[in-house]
């Protein structure tokens, strides 16, 4: 698409400028100028009295984009338990979704999962689209896909909302390019525009150094990942009511991928994502056997191992124990860094810790400013000591 001033209808009466969201107006010579910033929202086009603004849009990829409403959220589920993502995404549709004026939708994808329906409903849905069968069972991107795109053809979302988790990742694009729509991965904030109602999404970009804020304005739904515990999770309330509603897609064909086999990850104990400890590692443990201490110390509080990424470029550990902008975003009650410095990209995926102790040798370490108890040391004699005082609590 291409925005173009007709300068000969333009009066210079400022108008425009207003009410860009995105500051992409100026006056020369009394003629609005359009800058780099433009995101083609169509606001200005909307509100110029003179009609002085166009977009000339490519044929055929126009949406009548009144006729799509609601705020979809993908209910991703495991074995029959709902992951804390579709309730964390749920409370921010709840929210985008008042402010509206629609509804929130989840879609609930699995076989003989139509009793989770009720919680989703107490976490802020108003409808549950339940797609059940055998052939539901294990997650299939393709299978997924294909319900989730039937379903939004039929049912026309403005917003569509799912987990940055594996799962999510896979189904997102699938279902953005089936729509030929737009999908932003990995935001951390959602908003709706006061002036054009666009669905606002921001998320870091150029390697964590501006947050850009992405706008899809010409087609719908309106798409979106996020990572987990990015979102706080709302209070559930069971008095709400909803409706369920039950979908049967039709698939053309046979799905192309068959699960042979699941097969137990290995590796330091507890999931990042579901920890309420996580003990980390960086750099500063100087040799990857004193991740056995970590280790240790994380069993003893119960908690998880993370990393930062050095050490997981370096092969000590895998990268889905990384913690941080290329890694998971975690938000525990307790976060213990050990020999981490504090670089933007690892704090990115921390900093919403509840409590967090950092372990360093250097006194100046940038990772002193955000925690709440620093211990200036050697990081390997300090977790030893740490173990042992809780060895000697739990004796
Ligand atoms: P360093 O920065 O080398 O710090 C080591 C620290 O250990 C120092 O503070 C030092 O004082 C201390 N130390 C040394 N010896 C001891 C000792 N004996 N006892 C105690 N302390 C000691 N990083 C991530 O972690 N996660 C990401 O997701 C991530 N994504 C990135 C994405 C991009 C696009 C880019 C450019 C970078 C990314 N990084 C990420 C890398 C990030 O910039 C840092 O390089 C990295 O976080 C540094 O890891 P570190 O703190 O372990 O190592
Ligand atoms: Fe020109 Fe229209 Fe902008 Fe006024 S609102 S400055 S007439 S383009
Ligand atoms: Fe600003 Fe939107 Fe107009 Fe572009 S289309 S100049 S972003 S109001």
Redesign the pocket.
């Known amino acids: 698409a291409k925005i173009i001033?007709l300068e000969e209808?333009?009066?210079?009466?400022?108008?425009?400028?207003n009410v860009c969201p995105f500051n992409a107006?100026t006056?020369e010579n009394n003629?609005?100028v359009i800058g780099d910033a433009c995101v083609m929202c169509g606001a200005?086009e909307r509100?110029?009295?003179?009609g002085?603004?166009k977009i000339e849009r490519i044929q055929g990829y126009e949406q009548d984009i009144s006729l799509y409403k609601g705020v979809w959220v993908f209910a991703e589920q495991r074995g029959g338990e709902t992951a804390g993502v579709a309730f964390e995404l749920l409370g921010a549709a709840r929210r985008l979704a008042d402010r509206l004026g629609e509804s929130v939708a989840a879609v609930l994808i699995g076989d003989g999962v139509s009793e989770r329906a009720r919680e989703l409903i107490a976490y802020g849905a108003d409808f549950v689209y339940v797609v059940e069968g055998k052939e539901y069972e294990n997650f299939s991107d393709e299978l997924y896909a294909n319900a989730c795109v039937k379903l939004a053809e039929e049912h026309r979302p403005s917003i569509f909302l799912l987990g940055a988790t594996a799962y999510g990742r896979s189904l997102a694009p699938r279902i953005s390019s089936s729509l030929e729509t737009g999908l932003t991965a990995d935001c951390t904030v959602l908003d709706i525009d006061e002036e054009s109602g666009m669905f606002v999404q921001t998320r870091p970009a150029f390697g964590g150094n501006i947050m850009a804020s992405i706008v899809c304005p010409a087609r719908r739904p309106q798409m979106a990942t996020v990572r987990p515990r990015v979102m706080k999770k709302p209070e559930p309330d069971f008095g709400r009511s909803g409706s369920t509603v039950m979908f049967l897609p039709v698939m053309a064909g046979t799905p192309k991928a068959r699960l042979l086999e699941r097969i137990q990850e290995e590796g330091f104990g507890t999931s990042l994502s579901d920890a309420e400890v996580i003990v980390a590692a960086g750099r500063g443990i100087c040799d990857s056997k004193n991740l056995e201490l970590v280790e240790e110390l994380a069993r003893l509080l119960n908690g998880a191992v993370g990393a930062s990424r050095p050490i997981v470029d370096a092969g000590w550990i895998d990268h889905s124990h990384q913690v941080g902008q290329t890694g998971r975003t975690v938000a525990p009650k307790l976060y213990i860094a050990a020999g981490i410095s504090g670089a933007v990209q690892h704090v990115a995926g921390m900093s919403s810790s509840d409590f967090i102790v950092a372990i360093n040798k250097d006194k100046d370490a940038p990772i002193f400013k955000i925690a709440n108890i620093g211990i200036v040391g050697d990081s390997a004699e300090i977790i030893k000591e740490l173990i042992a005082q809780l060895k000697s609590k739990q004796a």
Not at 11 to 16: A, P, S, T, W
Request: proline letters at 5%; aromatic letters at 4%.
């Open positions: 001033v209808k333009c009066v210079g009466c400022g108008k425009c400028i107006i006056l003629k609005a200005c509100n110029c009295p003179f002085a603004i």
